[in-house]
C-alpha cells in the first residue's frame, strides 16, 4: 500500500519532469531524473502522451503517438481539434474569398439583402436633453437673433424605439438621398458618403 | 483731466484693435475653410480613415480624383463585410457585399445650386471662428481650426486642415455640451500627382448580380395643382439651398455653411412611418406623419443637427393653397 503511493508520488514528479523536459525548462536533476529511467515504459507512454497534447495544440497533423498506442487524452485533444477545426474554418477567408468571390460572406449575404442595412435602431445613443430649445420656435428671421438656449420647454423629440425593415429602408434612402445633397455643398469631401458607407458596415 | 483724455484714447485703440485682430483671425479662418473646400473637390488624394460615432467605429479607404473637372471617389469599407460606394460627379453607386449594385436615379438637382452654393460660409453671428494653432497630425502640418456653435440648433467642430493642401485631415462633431458625436481622422493619407483608372474601380463589378435604382422621392401630383409644401420653420442662420419651387415638391435642403438638412414629405400609408427621432452619431432621422386632406404623409428630416432642432422643422411643415 505504502509502496503503491510511493510509486504514484514518483510518477507525478517524473511527469512534471518530462513536462519540464519538453518545455526545455528541465533543469539538471530532472534531466537525469528522466535519463536515468527512460527506459521503463510509463515514462515513455507520458512522454508520447505529452507530445500528443502539444501537437494537436499546436495544430499538427502527425502526432508522435504511434499508430497502436490508444489516445489517452481524448477528451481534451477532441475537443482542442475541434476548436482549430472551427477556427480553420473561418480563418481562410482572406485567402479563399480573394478575387474570385465572396463565397465566404453568404451567411451574411441574407442579412445584406437589405437595401442599406443601416441599423439606426439599436446605436442610439442617448439623447442629450435639448431642453434649452425653445418649444414652438417662431420662424425667426435672420435680424431677430435671439440665442436659442431658452430652458423653458422641457418637451424633448420622442426616440423611436424600433424600426421595421420598410421603415428602416425608407430611413436608409433618406440618408443616401441626404449624402448626395450635401455632395453639392463642397467642403467636407467624402465625410456625407463615409457617414452612409460606416453606418452601413455596422448595420450588417 | 488730460490723464482722463489719455485712458479713453489708450481704450478706445485697446478696443479698436481687439476687433481688427479678431476680424483678422475670422477672415484668416474663412481663407482656410474656402481652401478646405476646395480641397476636398479638386485634390488627388488617397489613405484610410477611422470614423467615430457614438461607441462604434468602423475604418473605411478612399481615393478621391479630379480629372477633367470631375470628382471620382470610391470608398471602401475595411470592417466587417466589404462594400463600395463609388461617385462620379454627382452620380452615387454603392456596391454591397451580396454583388447588388445600387444606384440613386439622378435627382433634378440643379447645378446652378452648386455654383451658389460654393461660397457658402459659416455665419459669424452663429459660429464663432477661431485659429487654434498647428499640430502634426499623420505626419503632415495641420492648422486646427475651431467652428463654435452659438446656440443650440447647431453643433461645434474641431477641424485640422492640412497646412499644404487644405483637406480636412480630422474633424469632430460635438454637442452644446461638449459631448463628442462624431470623429473622423486619417489614420495615413497620401497626395499622389495622379490615380490610375484601376485604382477607382469597384472590385467585383463584374461580378454584379442586381442593379437596382432608387427612384428620386415621388411627386406626389395628387395635391391639387396650387398646393405647395411649406416649412413654416427654418433655424436661424440656415437658408434654402433647394427649395420647394412649385406645387407638388417635396425633398428640401437646408445649410447654415456647415451643417445641413433635407426634408422629405412623402405620401404613405398610415401606419407606414414612425414618428420621432433616431439618431447615428451627429446625424438625425425625425420622423413626423402629417394629414390632409385624408392622405396620410411622412415627414423626414435627416441631417447633421440637433434631434430637437429636427423635431421642430419636421413639425412646422404644412400643406398651403396658393391662390
Redesign the interface.
Known amino acids: 500500500m505504502t509502496d503503491n503511493s510511493n510509486a504514484k508520488v514518483m510518477d507525478e514528479r517524473l511527469k512534471e519532469s518530462v513536462s519540464a523536459l519538453m518545455d526545455d525548462e528541465a533543469n539538471e536533476l530532472e534531466l537525469q531524473r528522466v535519463l536515468s529511467q527512460a527506459d521503463e515504459d510509463e515514462l515513455r507512454q507520458v512522454w508520447q502522451r505529452y507530445h500528443l497534447v502539444r501537437d494537436v495544440l499546436q495544430g499538427r497533423e502527425n502526432s508522435s503517438l504511434a499508430p497502436n498506442e490508444p489516445s489517452m487524452d481524448i477528451d481534451v485533444s477532441a475537443s482542442v481539434a475541434a476548436a482549430i477545426a472551427e477556427e480553420e474554418m473561418q480563418a481562410p477567408s482572406n485567402t479563399s474569398a480573394g478575387p474570385s468571390g465572396w463565397r465566404w460572406f453568404s451567411a451574411g449575404a441574407a442579412a445584406a439583402s437589405l437595401l442599406l442595412a443601416v441599423v439606426f435602431v439599436g446605436q442610439q445613443t442617448p439623447i442629450e436633453p435639448v431642453a434649452e430649445l425653445a418649444h414652438n420656435a417662431p420662424v425667426q428671421s435672420e435680424e431677430q437673433l435671439s440665442v436659442f438656449r431658452v430652458a423653458d420647454n422641457t418637451r424633448q423629440p420622442k426616440m423611436i424605439a424600433n424600426l421595421n425593415d420598410e421603415q428602416l429602408q425608407r430611413f436608409n434612402e433618406y440618408l443616401l438621398r441626404h449624402a448626395e445633397h450635401r455632395l453639392v455643398q463642397p467642403g467636407q469631401g467624402m465625410l456625407p458618403l463615409a457617414r452612409v458607407a460606416s453606418v452601413n458596415a455596422v448595420g450588417i | 483731466m488730460r490723464q482722463l483724455l489719455m485712458t479713453i484714447y489708450a481704450l478706445f485703440w485697446f478696443c479698436l484693435s481687439s476687433v481688427v485682430m479678431a476680424e483678422a483671425a475670422s477672415s484668416d479662418v474663412k481663407q482656410w ?1 474656402a481652401r ?6 479638386e485634390q488627388n488624394y488617397k489613405g484610410t ?1 477611422v ?1 467615430t ?6 475604418t ?1 479607404r ?1 481615393v ?1 480624383a479630379y480629372i477633367n473637372g470631375m470628382e471620382i ?1 470610391r ?1 471602401t ?1 475595411l ?7 463609388i ?1 462620379r460627379g ?1 452620380e ?1 453607386m ?1 456596391v ?5 449594385v ?1 444606384q ?1 436615379e439622378k ?1 433634378s ?1 440643379a447645378n446652378s ?2 455654383q451658389a ?2 461660397d ?1 460660409m459659416p455665419d459669424p ?1 452663429f459660429y464663432v471662428l477661431t485659429l487654434d494653432g498647428e499640430t502634426r497630425l499623420v505626419n503632415r502640418s495641420s492648422v486646427q481650426v475651431s467652428v463654435k456653435a ?4 447647431r453643433y461645434t467642430y474641431q477641424l485640422w486642415l492640412d497646412k499644404q493642401t487644405g ?2 485631415l480630422k ?1 469632430s462633431l460635438q ?3 461638449g ?1 463628442e ?1 462624431e470623429r ?1 481622422r486619417f489614420t495615413e493619407i497620401s497626395f499622389p500627382e495622379s490615380i490610375s483608372a484601376e485604382e477607382l474601380q469597384p ?2 463589378m463584374d ?1 454584379a448580380v442586381a442593379h ?1 435604382f ?1 427612384p ?2 415621388p411627386v406626389d401630383r395628387s395635391w391639387p395643382d396650387n398646393t405647395m409644401w411649406q416649412v ?6 440656415f437658408h434654402a ?2 427649395d420647394a419651387r412649385q406645387p407638388g415638391d417635396n ?1 428640401m ?1 437646408y ?1 447654415d455653411g ?1 451643417a ?3 426634408v ?1 414629405i412623402e405620401r404613405v400609408a398610415a401606419d ?10 451627429g ?1 438625425v ?3 413626423d406623419k402629417l394629414e390632409n386632406d385624408g392622405h396620410h404623409y ?1 415627414v ?1 428630416v ?2 447633421q443637427i ?7 422643422v419636421a413639425e ?1 411643415v404644412r400643406p398651403k393653397v396658393m391662390n
Open positions: 475653410l478646405m473646400q476646395t480641397a476636398a473637390m480613415f470614423l460615432r457614438g461607441s462604434m467605429s468602423s473605411l478612399v478621391h471617389e470608398l469599407q470592417d466587417g463585410a466589404m462594400g463600395e460606394i461617385r454627382g452615387v454603392c454591397f457585399p451580396d454583388n447588388r445600387v440613386l435627382d438637382f445650386v452648386v452654393f460654393a457658402f453671428r452659438l446656440d443650440d440648433h483637406l480636412l474633424s454637442s452644446a455640451k459631448e458625436l473622423f472590385m467585383n461580378k437596382e432608387i428620386p422621392v413654416g420653420f427654418v433655424p436661424p442662420g439651398v433647394r425633398v435642403l445649410s456647415l445641413s438638412y433635407s422629405f407606414m412611418m414612425p414618428e420621432g427621432a433616431s439618431m447615428v452619431g446625424t432621422a425625425y420622423a411622412a423626414t435627416v441631417g440637433p434631434a430637437m432642432t429636427a423635431m421642430l412646422s
